[in-house]
């Protein structure tokens, strides 16, 4: 048997965390996280595509989008919407799909959006991974996703964007 103690650190090991700041408005982070046609553009690690992009953002809503990498690999995410306080939070469940579009292991997104002046801190919390490594994989795509949106949100306040 595990201990309490064991059992959470655990847990908590297979959480991930992220925060960035992003100068601009917090309804436009949210925009973006909502609107298929905005999502597409920044979702994925440097150097994916998006190719497919569905979202129906209402509570019990799903999205469905398909990455690819460069060298052409499609992999195919979905999930429900749990969540949604426009413009500060939106709650999602987020899995993988397997080869037949059967969702693998499902995590929870939380992303919460808080202004700082002409700015906004996002917060992106998932959990609970089946791993470590399946988390840290998660961290270094988010990342990379995180830093497509800073520069998709740089075009969209200096109107580059609709």
Request: proline content about 4%.
């Amino acid at each position: 048997m595990i201990a309490k103690n064991q059992e959470s650190l655990a847990t908590s090991e297979r959480e991930l965390t992220i925060t960035r700041i992003f100068d601009a408005p917090r309804s436009l982070v949210f925009q973006v996280w909502t609107q298929p046609e905005h999502f597409a553009r920044w979702l994925g690690p440097k150097d994916f595509t998006t190719t497919f992009c569905q979202m129906d953002v209402r509570l019990g809503g799903t999205y469905r989008a398909c990455i690819q990498s460069p060298e052409g690999t499609n992999h195919w995410m979905q999930g429900i919407y749990q969540q949604i306080v426009e413009p500060e939070r939106l709650v999602f469940t987020f899995a993988w799909e397997d080869e037949q579009g059967k969702p693998k292991h499902q995590t929870l997104v939380t992303i919460t959006l808080t202004e700082q002046g002409r700015k906004t801190r996002m917060t992106f919390h998932q959990a609970i991974f089946e791993s470590v490594e399946s988390r840290n994989s998660h961290q270094t795509g988010w990342s990379e996703c995180f830093d497509r949106l800073e520069v998709y949100l740089a075009d969209a306040r200096l109107g580059e964007i609709s």
